[in-house]
């Protein structure tokens, strides 16, 4: 028994020799905390500021940006697995997308080995040479990479019950705003320089809102998503001023000194200016870029969203509500004073509200008129002039013409990632002696050529399969829930308007614009779920 004894004592005393100290695994809780923290202030700033230095084109910017990415995707996946697991849970939205783009990645790793080991061999550097003349491809992986783990930091910081989505959609917002002044400012007086100084790699004078972006076209990609943002944002604000007037007021006189005296209230009205303003910004520079592309694609985007917001208003009107019973007998009960408040001030605002939408159009097409009475209309009517004299003689066309003799080639499985370039003045058109093109201007094609139907269909599916689960979650949403609807709503027709502007011009080039679609996907992805899970509910 005293051996037994002995033996507990010493057992005991070597777990406690063993044992952390209490300070570390203090450090230890507080390590992954410093990590999402960091990660939040960081995705937030890198929204905000990713535009600005020339799109983050320069590999001295892209190259430490998406090092740092790529590090905390890393770390994420170490020390973060509850989070993870919480946020790609079964049967959401966010699981199936994040499958879709591995199955991409996938293949494009599957058809580049296949290509380039089933080609015929260098007659000096033998099979690897196509390897060693993949900087085109080695590209195009690290910003799918980017693109992908831009998604994946920003969706596991989306869970439900944080502030961190309207956070995030205010930095979009403030990017957009500084980016939209800083292609009005420089509009009119170009010298080449970014904020008269920074020269890029090539200096040039253009007629076309194009700063912080040395490409107009790109700037137009960059500011339509954000755009329908801010319109979303400004119909949210117009409804919070509604209702807190509503809540607040009485009569008609209490409610018109209340609106003289509530410092919330005036606060909230000077808020819808700020965000009128800015979205009078973001409008004005996409008129500015005159790129042909973006007006297209802003075009198609307000159709979606004007047939989408008029289809989510009407279905709200008629879809019976659990308290409308009750407020069919109200009015019954009080016949006499509907009647006495038939002017007031409640049924003003809402009259107000419904004048919104037209409103703004009028205004905004005063605003346009009264800018573009000179040097503005001459840039614009210019710009038109051009597009309906020249648009045949587009070098853009003959291009598109040549790619498709390769898309016959190679339909399947195309040319490989980045071998657009390489396989382009082998099919090039004599009318293009001198030219060498980086980029065929049309990203759809492109990715046709390069990948092949294969791939391009996994692509359409994954925007496809978003756009349903987001129309799904348009018609999940609780009927008072106009908030979200907006911002969703917004997020899709910003999205479609993207892709169909890219048909002219090649975005997901730019680091800038690749971070914003990661975050918009996240976004997309969290606000479906996020209906999806108050329904089951």
């Known amino acids: ?141 690290s910003m799918l990479a980017f693109f992908a783990s831009t998604f994946f930091l920003a969706r596991i910081y989306l869970v439900p019950h944080t502030s961190f989505k309207r956070t995030l959609i205010n930095a979009i917002l403030c990017g957009g705003a500084v980016v939209s002044l800083i292609g009005i400012s420089h509009w009119f007086y ?18 076309r809102a194009r700063w912080p972006f040395v490409n107009a076209n790109h700037l137009g990609h960059f500011l339509l998503p954000i755009f329908f943002l801010f319109v979303a944002r400004l119909g949210n604000e117009l409804e919070s001023v509604g209702d807190y007037q509503r809540r607040h007021q009485k009569n008609n006189r209490q409610a018109l ?91 003003f605002i809402m009259g107000v509200s419904r004048l919104a939408r037209p409103t703004f159009v009028i205004l905004a097409g005063i605003f346009l008129i009264f800018f573009f009475s000179e040097r503005g209309r001459d840039l614009v009517s210019a710009r038109i002039d051009y597009g309906l004299m020249y648009s045949k003689d587009d070098m853009r066309w003959q291009m598109y013409a040549d790619t498709l003799p390769m898309i016959k080639e190679h339909p399947l499985l195309g040319v490989g990632l980045g071998g657009w370039r390489a396989e382009f003045p082998r099919a090039m ?33 994954l925007i496809f399969y978003c756009s349903i689960q987001g129309l799904k979650a348009l018609a999940l949403f609780k009927v008072s829930d106009h908030s979200r609807a907006r911002t969703m709503t917004a997020l899709l027709c910003g999205m479609w308007g993207f892709f169909a502007a890219s048909f002219f011009d090649f975005p997901l080039r730019m680091p800038a614009i690749v971070f914003m679609l990661g975050i918009y996907l996240a976004l997309t992805t969290a606000y479906t779920d996020s209906a999806q899970r108050s329904i089951s509910r």
């Open 1 to 141: 028994m005293a051996s037994t004894g002995t033996e507990i004592v010493e057992v005991e005393a070597l777990r406690v020799s063993t044992a952390k100290p209490e300070y570390l695994d203090n450090e230890e809780a507080e390590a992954p905390s410093r990590l999402f923290r960091f990660t939040r202030y960081f995705l937030l700033a890198v929204t905000a500021c990713i535009a600005i230095p020339f799109g983050s084109v320069h590999n001295g910017i892209y190259l430490p940006l998406s090092a740092c990415v790529f590090a905390l995707t890393a770390l994420h996946l170490v020390s973060a697995r509850s989070r993870i697991d919480e946020t790609f849970a079964a049967h959401t939205t966010t699981l199936t997308t994040a499958r879709l783009l591995g199955v991409f990645f996938a293949y494009i790793v599957l058809q580049s080995l296949f290509l380039r080991f089933s080609s015929e061999p260098h007659p000096v550097l033998g099979a690897t040479s196509g390897i060693l003349r993949s900087g085109p491809f080695w590209s195009g992986i």
């Open 190 to 207: 170009d010298t080449g320089k970014l904020f008269w100084f920074f020269e890029p790699d090539n200096v040039f004078i253009s007629e």
């Open 257 to 347: 000194s209340h609106l003289a005296h509530s410092s919330r209230l005036q606060t909230r009205l000077i808020k819808v200016g700020f965000v009128f303003c800015f979205l009078l910004a973001v409008l004005l520079a996409l008129v500015g870029t005159l790129s042909r592309g973006t007006w297209f694609g802003l075009s198609v985007a307000a159709l979606a969203y004007f047939f989408l917001t008029r289809r989510r208003v009407t279905a709200s009107n008629e879809t019976p509500t659990e308290d409308e019973p009750r407020h069919r007998h109200t009015q019954r009960s009080s016949g006499s004073s509907k009647h006495k408040n038939a002017f007031s001030v409640e049924a």
């Open 429 to 461: 058109s004599p009318l293009l002696s001198g030219v060498e093109p980086v980029y065929l201007h049309s990203e759809p094609l492109q990715l046709i050529a390069e990948l092949g139907l294969i791939g391009f269909t996994i692509v359409c599916l």
